[in-house]
């Protein structure tokens, strides 16, 4: 290896030496980031196409959302919800006008913004819908995730997930992702609450068929059942709406956010819903000592804006229709099972499994993408990516995959 290649395996050796070890990332050490782009300790440039799971739709270190975390942080970052501060109010306010919920509850990690959307749907079935006390169920899709949490992996029909933290959390009924049916013949005199994703995205980027989501909408509406849509990956723009719910004009009881809520500056989530499944929170219920933060809050509210203001949602709805098009006139082959995507959120799904030799290859050629379940490679740019730079970003990828996807299965 050269001297520069030594530096790589230095800091890759430091880091396993005394971490967990718990993730197996490509062999590429990152030390800055800007708009779609990231550098290596080397020097080289990588297209950035996961997006840190979509908490960088605006792209690395946003100008306007670094002033407003910067800026805030010199003058007041954690008060604990013991005290009001003078920038969550405004926060608030802001999500509750782009999310359509009257009602919004801080947090900072996705995971815990889903335990508050199932903490509120059960509270709200023992109080409300009168489900004896313990026996509150709540219908989630398989291939589901929702988290790491203990009652999160609970929820998952993935080994690798759940596999050795058991006992699992109860009260959880599983159906077919996609199947509206079978939502409806899940729901009984002890269900709660439906939690779903509009797109499965650790799953594979799996889309529901047309009607789906406006099919379980009405069953929930006429079952007299909460539904929370979890939009964490999905929401603020990434599908080419600003939540993925809107394709289908099936608004939700609730929502869950987090990633690009903060620009992937800083852990921001929140719980989104109608008074009527938000006020079952009364003071000591339910807290958290950084949400709602005012260096939490200032992030936040810079980096709605600039989702608003660059019309990110718009942009990612022509060039995910441009990238698609062009992905699947170059893809395909024996070993291509399918090319799909809903704005920037795109996917390849191969029959035999060489996802993972694919994401190698495309480090090689200068692009950081992900593959999930092996057989699926994830594409999902900043939104903030130009058209020339999507092109130029695909002129890339293409060769690769569709090298792979001649393969014989």
């Known amino acids: 290896m050269t001297a520069a290649g030594d530096r790589t395996r230095a800091l890759i050796a430091e880091a396993e030496a005394h971490g967990a070890r718990n993730y197996a990332p490509l062999p590429v050490v990152l030390s800055r980031g800007e708009g779609c782009f990231v550098w290596d300790v080397e020097g080289r440039r990588y297209f950035d196409f996961l997006s840190a799971y979509s908490a960088l739709n605006q792209g690395h270190n946003h100008p306007r959302i670094v002033e407003a975390l910067v800026a805030q942080a010199r003058t007041l970052a954690l008060t604990s919800r013991a005290f009001h501060n003078d920038r969550m109010g405004a926060m608030l306010a802001r999500l509750s006008a782009v999310t359509g919920f009257e009602r919004v509850l801080p947090m900072n990690s996705g995971a815990e913004a889903v335990e508050t959307a199932l903490k509120a749907m059960r509270r ?85 068929p047309d009607g789906y989501l406006r099919r379980v909408r009405e069953i929930c509406t006429r079952k007299g059942v909460a539904l929370c849509l979890d939009e964490i990956q999905t929401g603020l723009g990434r599908t080419g709406r600003m939540f993925a719910w809107q394709h289908e004009d099936a608004r939700p009881d609730a929502i869950t956010l987090g990633k690009a809520l903060s620009g992937g500056l800083y852990p921001v989530s929140a719980f989104c819903a109608d008074p009527w499944l938000m006020d079952v929170f009364t003071p000591g219920t339910h807290g958290s000592t950084y949400g709602g933060n005012p260096l939490a809050a200032a992030v936040a509210i810079a980096a709605l804006d600039v989702i608003e203001d660059e019309g990110l949602a718009d942009r990612a709805a022509t060039l995910g229709a441009h990238a698609l098009a062009r992905m699947r006139s170059a893809l395909v082959g024996p070993n291509v099972r399918d090319v799909r995507g809903r704005g920037l959120l795109l996917a390849v799904e191969f029959i035999a499994p060489c996802a993972h030799e694919a994401c190698e290859e495309l480090l090689a050629a200068g692009v950081l993408a992900k593959d999930t379940h092996e057989v699926v490679v994830r594409l999902a740019p900043p939104l903030v990516i130009s058209r020339e730079q999507l092109d130029e970003a695909l002129d890339l990828i293409l060769p690769s995959l569709a090298r792979l996807g001649q393969r014989r299965p």
């Open 124 to 208: 709200w079935g023992y109080e409300k819908r009168g489900i004896p006390d313990g026996e509150a169920k709540v219908i989630v899709a398989e291939g589901n995730f929702h988290g790491r949490t203990i009652t999160m992996v609970s929820l998952s029909t993935d080994p690798s997930s759940y596999r050795g933290y058991g006992p699992p959390t109860p009260g959880f009924v599983k159906v077919p992702f996609g199947d509206a049916e079978a939502i409806e013949r899940a729901i009984d005199e002890r269900t709660a609450g439906v939690l779903i994703e509009p797109i499965q995205g650790e799953a594979g980027v799996l889309i529901p």
